[in-house]
C-alpha cells in the first residue's frame, strides 16, 4: 500500500523532459562528432574526387569511378617535378631549420646573454607575422642582392619562417628538463661534449623529430611565402595553384589523398608504439 502511494504520489516526467535530459547528457558528444565530419568532409571530398573520371578539365562535378588518376598519378606534365622539389625543400629546410633552432633553443634556455629578450622577441615574429608579408619582404631582399630566384631562395625562405617553430618545439622540452642529469653524468666523469650526446640529445630527441616533423608539414604545404621566392621553380602548392585556374585535373585529388594517408598511417603507428610502451612498462 505505501509503495503504491508513493507511486501515486511522484510527479510524472513529461516526455519533453526526457529528451531535454537526454540532450544535456550527450550535447557534447554530439558536438563533438559534427565538429569531427565539418573538419573531414573536405578531406573526405577531396579522397572521393581521386576516383572521378572528369568529362572536361574540371574535376568538380562527379561523372564516374575509375582508377587510372591513381594509376597514372604522374600522367600530368609537371606534376612529378614540382611533388619532388616540395620533397626535396621540405627535407632540407627541417633538417637545417631543426639543427639551427635547437641550438637557438638551447642558448635561451640555458645561457643568459645580452639581447636575450629581444632574440626571443625575433623568434616568435615569423610566427605571428602574415606570410604575405614574410614573402614579400625576402623578395626585396633578395631583389637587392641581385640573388637568382630558384631552388635556394626556396630553400632558405622555408629555412627562415621553419626555424620558429623548430626553436619553440625544442624550448618547450628544454624548459622542463632536469638538469640533475647533466650534473649526474660530469660528476662521473663526462665531458660536455659526452654528456650533450649520451644524456642531453637522447632526451630532447622526442622534441627533435616533433620539430622536424612539424618543419616538414609547414614546408611542403606552403604557397605564399614559395610563390614570392620561387621565381621558374614550381613547387607542388604553386602547381595547384597554376592548375587551378585552367582545370583542376583528379591527379591532384590522389597526391593530396597519399599525404593525408601517410600522415595519418605515422599517426596511428606513433599511438600504437607508445601504448606498447606504456603496457611493457606497467608490466616490468
Not at 508513493?6 to 540532450?23: D, H, K
Not at 579522397?47 to 568529362?55: C, E, G, R, T, V
Not at 626555424?163 to 618547450?172: C, D, E, L, Q, R
Not at 614546408?219 to 583542376?248: K, Q
Request: hydrophobic fraction near 55%.
Amino acid at each position: 500500500m505505501t509503495s503504491t502511494t508513493l507511486e501515486v504520489g511522484r510527479p510524472r516526467e513529461s516526455p519533453f523532459g526526457r529528451i531535454w535530459a537526454l540532450v544535456k547528457h550527450h550535447v557534447l558528444t554530439v558536438y563533438a562528432l559534427l565538429a569531427f565530419v565539418y573538419l573531414m568532409l573536405p578531406i573526405g571530398i577531396v579522397i572521393a574526387f581521386s576516383f572521378n573520371d572528369p568529362k572536361g578539365r574540371f574535376n568538380y562535378v562527379w561523372s564516374g569511378f575509375t582508377l587510372n588518376n591513381w594509376k597514372n598519378w604522374d600522367g600530368v606534365p609537371g606534376l612529378r617535378s614540382a611533388m619532388v622539389l616540395s620533397l626535396e625543400i621540405a627535407l632540407l629546410a627541417s633538417v637545417i631549420a631543426t639543427a639551427l633552432g635547437m641550438l637557438i633553443a638551447l642558448a635561451l634556455v640555458r645561457y643568459g646573454f645580452r639581447g636575450r629578450g629581444a632574440t626571443n622577441l625575433l623568434i616568435f615574429l615569423p610566427l605571428s607575422s602574415p606570410e604575405i608579408v614574410l614573402g614579400a619582404s625576402l623578395l626585396t631582399l633578395f631583389l637587392n642582392l641581385k640573388v637568382v630566384f630558384g631552388f635556394w631562395t626556396i630553400l632558405i625562405a622555408h629555412v627562415m619562417f621553419c626555424i620558429s617553430f623548430a626553436v619553440v618545439t625544442v624550448k618547450a622540452r628544454l624548459i622542463g628538463f632536469d638538469r640533475h642529469l647533466e650534473e649526474a653524468a660530469m660528476d662521473l666523469g663526462a665531458n660536455e661534449w659526452a654528456t650533450f650526446t649520451k644524456v642531453t640529445l637522447p632526451l630532447i630527441a622526442p622534441a627533435i623529430l616533433a620539430s622536424m616533423l612539424l618543419c616538414f608539414a609547414v614546408s611542403v604545404d606552403d604557397f605564399v611565402v614559395t610563390y614570392f621566392n620561387a621565381g621558374p621553380r614550381i613547387t607542388f602548392p604553386v602547381f595547384v595553384w597554376n592548375s587551378a585556374r585552367v582545370g583542376a585535373p583528379p591527379q591532384v585529388n590522389v597526391i593530396g589523398s597519399v599525404i593525408f594517408i601517410v600522415a595519418v598511417t605515422g599517426m596511428v603507428a606513433n599511438v600504437v608504439v607508445q601504448i606498447r610502451r606504456q603496457r611493457s612498462a606497467a608490466a616490468a
